[in-house]
């Protein structure tokens, strides 16, 4: 009896590497894209975004919101009078330059600031 001694074919996966070399490429890409774009998930950069965040900041003096830092409302009219002259300053700045949705953001915004202000003042 001879025995027929096959030895089994050996198969080696060559690309296995390539492989994990594109996996840890991937991996770390938006690692790297973070690094090199410090704005990250943050909203693209607009005149709309600048008046969002003067509105808020002035609602947050005024005492209407609460101050993200502390999670306690607080007045400072000081600091709200000059967020509303800031988006005042602004809107007269960019005058001609602006679309219909800007003007009206303007207008709406600051109509908001101005009572809310008058409102605090008040009380």
């Known amino acids: 009896m001879s025995e027929n001694k096959e030895e089994p074919e050996l198969v080696v996966d ?3 590497k390539s492989q994990v070399e ?7 890409e938006p690692q ?12 693209p950069a607009s ?3 600048l008046i969002s965040t003067f509105y808020s900041q002035a609602m947050v003096a005024l005492g209407v919101m609460e101050n993200p830092a502390t999670g306690e409302k607080s007045t400072d009219l000081r600091i ?3 967020f509303i002259d800031t988006l005042e300053m602004l809107e007269e700045k960019t005058k001609g330059n602006t679309d219909k949705d ?3 953001m303007f207008d709406e915004v600051l109509h908001l600031l101005r009572m809310a202000y008058v409102g605090a003042k008040k009380a």
Do not use: I, S, V, Y
Not at 22 to 28: G, I, S, V
Not at 32 to 40: F, I, K, L, R, S
């Open 14 to 16: 060559n690309d296995w």
């Open 22 to 28: 594109k996996e840890k490429t991937l991996a770390e």
């Open 32 to 43: 790297q894209a973070a690094e090199e774009d410090p704005t990250g998930d943050l909203p």
């Open 47 to 49: 005149l709309a975004m």
């Open 80 to 82: 709200a009078k000059h």
């Open 102 to 104: 800007e003007d009206k």
